[in-house]
């Protein structure tokens, strides 16, 4: 059962801090108590090594020119790990800025030694049994992107990237291979394909809900079922929609650290995405339709109770007159002198209402 209080809408937090300058790091988000903590993922196609750390400063002494870092930051409240990091890699304010704003849209800016990225991860949590139970989890996510660097930044612990640290581990593939454009779209199409799971999740739960509403006695809470999923799809579409810019550009980007092979699967990513879009699209319209399924379902339901009520009124019509004229207080009555007459009423009452029935039954009204 949905709970009703969490289908109260709530105004979104201010995308920007008011009455500071632009580029001033501020954290807007919910989670605000989240440690930050940095992994550490350097390699090259002969060796990997992997190191986790709370401290920003351990993040300093990862620079070669044979080996890719890819550094994971998990936690941005803390701002002040957040704008020593940036200052390091020398990355503009209004980047450190856009990386703890967590309802930044997903967008690309270009600059000179390195790219910037704002994605959504989508996902169902892991410790529920059954996902069509669990509340989706929309995660801001940050890339900055160099020659030969990745940064990652996170609102929290958890993601969907443990396929990737698996093939950097295992040297599976081709991700020890290549660069840190190769990496970035690892990682992006890890998000991607979450989020055809996600997808996936709310098909079922529309084929959940419209199995209930075909039912005899469709669930009270359905109509509060409807409004969080269409909620849930809402969430999604935000994050899906902009990145098909996004992805349209990074493909186009003249930069040095993007080879050309690369771009073709920037490409395939691309095509991905537009398939997402037209899966939430279609499951969109799908939902606006259960709703107006919903009302149908009770609008029958009520029809089938006025037609039995105005059948059983309508058999007894008949009969209140009968009853209401023999009821009159009239002295000159004939029929009240007749020794069987009150067995007679009856029987002529009891034939006009199995009449009428068998009239009903037969034009199928029952």
Same mark, same amino acid.
């Given at each position: 059962?949905?709970?009703?209080?969490?289908?109260?809408?709530?105004?979104?937090?201010?995308?920007?801090?008011?009455? %500071?300058?632009?580029?001033?790091?501020?954290?807007?988000?919910?989670?605000?108590?989240?440690?930050?903590?940095? +992994?550490?993922?350097?390699?090259?196609?002969?060796?990997?090594?992997?190191?986790?750390?709370?401290?920003?400063?351990?993040?300093?002494?990862?620079?070669?020119?044979?080996?890719?870092? &890819?550094?994971?930051?998990?936690?941005?409240?803390?701002?002040?790990?957040?704008?020593?990091?940036?200052?390091?890699?020398?990355?503009?304010?209004?980047? %450190?800025?856009?990386?703890?704003?967590? #309802? %930044?849209?997903?967008?690309?800016?270009?600059?000179?030694?390195?790219?910037?990225?704002?994605?959504?991860?989508?996902y169902f949590p892991k410790d529920v049994t059954d996902k069509n139970n669990g509340s989706l989890i929309s995660e801001h996510l940050s890339f900055v992107v160099g020659k030969d660097y990745v940064l990652s930044f996170q609102e929290a612990d958890g993601d969907v990237f443990d396929n990737v640290r698996e093939r950097?581990?295992?040297?599976?593939?081709?991700?020890?291979?290549?660069?840190?454009? *190769?990496?970035?779209?690892?990682?992006?199409?890890?998000?991607?394909?979450?989020?055809?799971?996600?997808?996936?999740?709310?098909?079922?739960? @529309? +084929?959940?809900?419209?199995?209930?509403?075909? $039912?005899? $006695?469709? #669930?009270?809470?359905?109509?509060?079922?409807? %409004?969080?999923?269409?909620?849930?799809?809402?969430? @999604?579409?935000?994050?899906?929609?902009?990145?098909?810019?996004?992805?349209?550009?990074?493909?186009?980007?003249?930069?040095?650290?993007?080879?050309?092979?690369?771009? #073709?699967?920037?490409?395939?990513? *691309?095509?991905?995405?537009?398939?997402?879009?037209?899966?939430?699209?279609?499951?969109?319209?799908?939902? &606006?339709?259960?709703?107006?399924?919903?009302?149908?379902?009770?609008?029958?339901?009520?029809?089938?109770?006025?037609?039995?009520?105005?059948? =059983?009124?309508?058999?007894?019509?008949?009969?209140?007159? =009968?009853?209401?004229?023999?009821?009159? #207080?009239?002295?000159?009555?004939?029929?009240?002198? &007749?020794?069987?007459?009150?067995?007679?009423?009856?029987?002529?009452?009891?034939?006009?209402?199995?009449?009428?029935?068998?009239?009903?039954?037969?034009?199928?009204?029952?």
């Amino acid at each position: 059962m949905v709970k009703r209080t969490r289908l109260l809408l709530r105004r979104p937090k201010n995308t920007k801090a008011l009455n %500071q300058a632009p580029g001033t790091v501020t954290y807007i988000g919910r989670k605000e108590s989240v440690e930050t903590r940095l +992994e550490v993922i350097d390699y090259n196609k002969e060796s990997f090594d992997r190191y986790t750390s709370l401290r920003p400063e351990d993040a300093f002494n990862f620079e070669s020119d044979d080996k890719i870092t &890819w550094i994971n930051i998990d936690g941005l409240s803390n701002t002040e790990e957040i704008v020593k990091l940036g200052r390091y890699y020398e990355l503009h304010p209004l980047i %450190q800025e856009d990386i703890v704003n967590t #309802n %930044q849209r997903p967008k690309i800016d270009e600059y000179q030694d390195y790219i910037f990225l704002v994605v959504k991860m989508l996902y169902f949590p892991k410790d529920v049994t059954d996902k069509n139970n669990g509340s989706l989890i929309s995660e801001h996510l940050s890339f900055v992107v160099g020659k030969d660097y990745v940064l990652s930044f996170q609102e929290a612990d958890g993601d969907v990237f443990d396929n990737v640290r698996e093939r950097l581990a295992n040297s599976k593939g081709r991700l020890r291979s290549n660069g840190s454009d *190769y990496l970035l779209f690892a990682l992006l199409d890890a998000i991607i394909d979450q989020y055809f799971e996600v997808v996936d999740v709310i098909g079922d739960k @529309i +084929e959940l809900l419209e199995e209930s509403l075909f $039912q005899s $006695q469709p #669930n009270d809470d359905i109509t509060f079922e409807i %409004q969080e999923l269409k909620r849930t799809i809402l969430r @999604i579409r935000r994050a899906v929609f902009p990145l098909r810019e996004v992805l349209s550009r990074l493909e186009k980007l003249d930069s040095d650290f993007i080879d050309e092979k690369t771009r #073709n699967y920037f490409r395939d990513l *691309y095509d991905h995405v537009i398939q997402v879009s037209e899966n939430i699209e279609i499951y969109r319209e799908m939902t &606006w339709g259960l709703m107006d399924m919903y009302m149908t379902t009770i609008s029958n339901r009520m029809n089938e109770v006025m037609k039995v009520l105005t059948i =059983i009124a309508t058999i007894f019509i008949p009969l209140t007159f =009968i009853a209401g004229i023999y009821g009159m #207080n009239f002295e000159y009555m004939p029929e009240l002198q &007749w020794e069987y007459s009150y067995f007679i009423l009856w029987g002529i009452m009891l034939l006009i209402f199995l009449i009428m029935l068998y009239y009903f039954r037969k034009k199928k009204w029952l």
